[in-house]
């Protein structure tokens, strides 16, 4: 079982960097593989980024590749995200879930979930 808590979010400009911290509670962190989703108002909430058990496989989404990274610490039962070049579309609430058994990047697909964190970039 999985206990999600992210934190790190914050009011930020265009152009800077956030990073957020997920750190699972739990005793089984490292079976779990990572991803961080976020949800901007009136819009369903979309994948963001992956990362497997080992924290060797990482996935992106095509709007955050290249300025986004996940990262995950099994020794301290937490996954990140640096997010750089923030641009005011990137603004949303950010959440990070866990999967036990599942390899894709759909909403469905993660059993557990964080509360999470608001990310605002102003222009």
């Known amino acids: 079982q999985v206990q999600l808590v992210e934190s790190g979010g914050g009011l930020v400009q265009a152009g800077d960097s956030l990073r957020l911290s997920c750190v699972d509670s739990?005793?089984?962190?490292?079976?779990?593989?990572m991803a961080w989703f976020r949800q901007a108002p009136g819009k369903e909430r979309e994948f963001v980024a992956r990362?497997?058990?080992?924290?060797?496989?990482?996935v992106y989404a095509d709007s955050v590749k290249g300025r986004f990274f996940i990262s995950r610490d099994n020794a301290k039962n937490t996954v990140y995200l640096q997010m750089n070049s923030l641009k005011p579309e990137d603004t949303a609430v950010y959440y990070c879930a866990a999967a036990l058994y599942y390899s894709g990047s759909s909403v469905g697909g993660f059993g557990s979930w964080g509360q999470g964190t608001q990310v605002t970039v102003s222009s």
């Open positions: 739990g005793r089984t962190f490292s079976r779990y593989a």
């Open positions: 990362i497997g058990q080992s924290g060797i496989s990482t």
